[in-house]
């Protein structure tokens, strides 16, 4: 009774609204917008990308000017969120430590799930021994450490922007290999994936159009929470000096550098450590809408 | 009516940890064109796969399947694909066969794209045409399958099935998942399109009245092997195998007073993974003499076109 | 003694969804009489297993809502009892057969325990009491009582639906609701299943209520029968008087859709239209969209329930003033 409900249940409207065609994006917009959380979600984020953008004409200061007069300040008027300890302005240290945050958190996980997808895809597709070869490369890849592993790509590609995000990327890899492969099992037993074959799909297409939009729901969820690791783990590698060089700011590093003093001067780490916080719950918050827009079934 | 499809000596173990599964065990028919061929058993008996070996969404342990005198099992690649634009497949469930992140009118137009037919823009007035064909309204086109009920969710499966006008279609218990009033109507769509189309069928289920109805000739499946095959009169009429007689005295009949004698077989279904020797049947035949359990009874012409595998037919 | 043992009267059940209120079940009526097997059948979405989870005190809550109406069971109204009293008569007194086995059975536990522990909840028994009596249900749904100590994955669908039946009889109740049992199996094993249910019922003088899609499946095991349509029963009547004289288009319609396997060819004329929409149900009779002889009044009025000779049946068609001719 219950099923039948609900699939029932926009039948009375097909009437009314089956008249116009509607591009499929256009509906995932339509049911994100009334999802009110997701758009407070989304907001801070593009809020934060235009800080980003925008970080040279928001900051009173150079972010890397010290001023040795002026260390360890409070936050005051002159400097909203106070000074370091070389006496540089943190409110600006932490908009553009936004540049370097958001980048590599985002692009390190870019990576992760766009291989990790395909691979889990892919194992989950094929099964049989394929499966079994990645899925064992990728437990391998889960047994060690994730930062170990980290630094041990960086350490072998050489410290870099480019390589510190790639190095993050695959230490997140399986995560994303996993997850998909267990929802790539059970999206293959379906039999629209046999009606596909049925009428001459190759498995690209099939993994391209049936298997991986059927594996969104966990993506998104996995990639929402791993761009904050991302950032978490950016920082740690740039603690250890295989990351982002000093003084760029980042928040990842300005946390860390801020546990010195974190008795004299706690607003240090409390400031960068927010910027994260609100990244990850903004994220998490739009990743969760932007799930459920993209579930035709979840369409009110 | 030339022959279009043939099946010859088919044989599909899958391999499982306890050993193999004969799903189905050298199994040859054939289907003339326009006809349609009913398959109908119980569950496990492989009629499914066998439906599946036809269009090569598994591939055949061994045996030919010939289409229009060609082997499909031994096609490569890219005949294979333009063979399956003659051979196609309705599936039973009208829930997962279609995927619920696609919008029914690119479902349906799908293998229109995949063998490059027409433009985008073609191809959506193709897709109007097709739905308008199996009943559906061209404003459903942007619906996804969750909005719509089962009957029409079957339609779905069945104009994706046309839309590259094939010849020949595997029809994969279309109406078993669905509820009776709405059954009825896809079973005349089936037939319509049948007649409309130049349609040769194989029916797959496992419900009698349903095969009786829309099939030519019907095959009988047990434990992967055909037991009896007939025309469907002289399935129904002259009934000779045990396991058909059983079968058609099992089917509860919405009538009254209609208790015709009840044969209750003893037990289940042995495992296809160890079926037992001589007859497969033997073990529940309620006719069982001492050969059945030794030696494999052949099926045999029993008179015009009348086939059956039995030794007590023959009074061996 | 004397009386039905179960009446149902005006009974409503909703479920309140986000996208509205669903009717699912709509003033409905019926009587069961002890020893009597009464054949609910409807397609799905007609709200018969509502109605059956209505009788257990089972309507999931939220979303549904018991809105009106009186469940009255050997004299007591069930949908006024308490919880604890509601307890100790499910399971006990009224017990319920699921359609799937494999889902109603615990998976880790062996089947003995499973009975032995149904009859344990509801009877003063000992442990090795309880494990007799269940042994001996086996026996009598023909499991040898050798395979007590096995799993339900050990057993094939067929046997596992006896299981369940063994389960529902143990405490020996007056009324067992079967809810589609046999529609998971094979038709062989169906018959089987049928045949053992129907002796069991006449053994423990069982009254039943057998829910149902298959038409056939009534014409085999139910005394009297009733039709629902979107929530409502459409017609009943004895087995004799629905099957040979059925008066509802609705009913008939049914008895048309299904292909005839004793006829040489036989001609199957569908029921129009899509099965009707629960969040927005017509007008009026329900099923004027898909009736083939639809009046004015149908589409404006619900027909009252008229009832000759024990044949009931919801129509204009018969009221008074209308065409009384069910030609």
Known sequence: MNSAGRSYSTLAACGVAGEKRRSPWWEVWRRLRRNRAALVGMGVIIMLVMVAILAPVLTPYDPNKTDMKARLQRPSLSHPLGTDNFGRDMFSRVLYGSRISLYVGFVAVGIGAIFGGVLGAVGGYYGGRLDNFIMRCMDVLLAIPQIILAIAIVGALGTSLVNLMIAVGISQLPRYARVVRASALTVRGQEFVEAARAVGARDVRIIVENILPNCMAPIIVQSTLGVAQAILSAAALSFLGLGIQPPTPEWGSMLSAGRQFLRQAPYLSFFPGLAISIVVLALNIFGDGLRDSLDPKLRQ | ?316 | MNGPLLEVSDLSVVYRTYEGTVAAVNGLGFSLHRGRTLGLVGESGAGKTTTALSIMGLVPSPPGVVESGRIIFDGQDLLRLPEREMKRIRGNRISMIFQDPMTSLNPVLTVGLQISEALAAHQDLSEAEAERRAAEMLERVQIPAARYREYPHEFSGGMRQRVVIAMALACNPSLIIADEPTTALDVTIQAQVLELMKSLKEEFATSMIMITHDLGVVGEVCDNVAVMYAGRIVETGSLEQVFSDALHPYTRGLFRCIPDIEEELSVIRPIEGLMPEPLDLPSGCAFHPRCPRCMEICRTRVPEAIERDGHGVMCHLFSEGGGGDHA
């Open chain 2, 1 to 316: 009516m030339p022959e279009l499809v043939k099946a010859e000596n088919l044989v599909k173990h899958f391999p499982v940890a306890a050993g193999r599964v004969h799903a189905v065990d050298d199994v040859s028919f054939s289907i003339m064109e326009g006809e349609t061929l009913g398959l109908v058993g119980e569950s496990g008996c492989g009629k499914s796969t066998t439906g599946r070996l036809l269009v090569r969404l598994i591939e055949a342990t061994s045996g030919r399947i010939l289409y229009r005198g060609r082997d499909i099992a031994s096609m490569n690649g890219r005949e294979l694909r333009q063979a399956r634009r003659q051979v196609q497949i309705i599936f039973q469930d009208p829930f997962s066969s279609l995927d619920p992140r696609k919008c029914i009118g690119e479902t349906i137009g799908k293998p229109l794209e995949i063998f490059g037919v027409g433009s985008g823009r073609e191809r959506e007035g193709m897709v109007d045409v097709l739905m308008e064909k199996v009943g559906l309204s061209p404003r459903l086109y942007y619906k996804y399958p969750h909005e719509l009920d089962g009957g029409r969710r079957q339609r779905v499966g069945i104009a994706r099935a046309l839309s590259l006008s094939p010849d020949f279609i595997v029809c994969d218990e279309p109406v078993s998942s669905l509820d009776v009033s709405i059954q009825a109507q896809i079973l005349n769509l089936l037939q319509e399109l049948q007649e409309r189309e130049k349609l040769t069928y194989l029916f797959v289920s496992h419900d009698l009245s349903v095969v009786k109805h829309i099939s030519n000739r019907i095959a009988v499946m047990y434990l992967g092997k055909i037991v009896e095959s007939a025309s469907s009169p002289d399935l129904f009429h002259d009934t000779l195998h045990p396991y058909s007689q059983a079968l058609l005295a099992a089917v509860p009949i919405p009538k009254l007073n209609r208790r015709r004698e009840r044969i209750i077989l003893e037990g289940g279904v042995p495992s296809p993974i160890a079926p037992p020797p001589g007859c497969r049947f033997h073990t529940r035949c309620p006719q069982r003499m001492d050969i059945c359990a030794s030696e494999e009874p052949r099926l045999v012409d029993a008179g015009g076109g009348h086939l059956v595998a039995c030794h007590r037919v023959f009074g061996a």
